[in-house]
């Protein structure tokens, strides 16, 4: 368990919280490791580079839009905020989770 993982997951769902719908289709990616960082978790900045959450945002934000195909979040874990992390990153926390079902195909806001 990795109490600062917790943290930085906690913080994103709570930036993100009356905008998360966990069945939507329209999500954003955070990066943890960039996160870890800002946050001052050096020692995650590496661990997590390129390691995404995905938001699932009740509607799309202004920007560019990128279909993608819902296999890709195979094996994605949810936690009850709503937001989505692969499978060994969720078992790398204390947090409660289930099993990430995507839409058929998702919509990547940029």
Do not use: W
């Amino acid at each position: 368990m990795n109490k600062e993982l917790d943290k930085i997951l906690q913080k994103i769902a709570e930036k993100f919280g009356d905008q998360i719908c966990a069945d939507a289709r329209n999500y954003l990616e955070i990066d943890i490791g960039k996160q870890a960082e800002m946050m001052g978790y050096s020692n995650l900045k590496e661990n997590f580079h390129d390691v995404n959450v995905i938001v699932p945002l009740k509607k799309p934000v202004d920007g560019m839009k990128v279909r993608i195909d819902g296999r890709t979040f195979i094996n994605y874990a949810q936690f009850e905020s709503g937001i989505a992390v692969p499978g060994y990153v969720a078992s790398d926390t204390g947090l409660p989770y289930k099993s990430f079902v995507p839409n058929d195909s998702m919509i990547l806001n940029f």
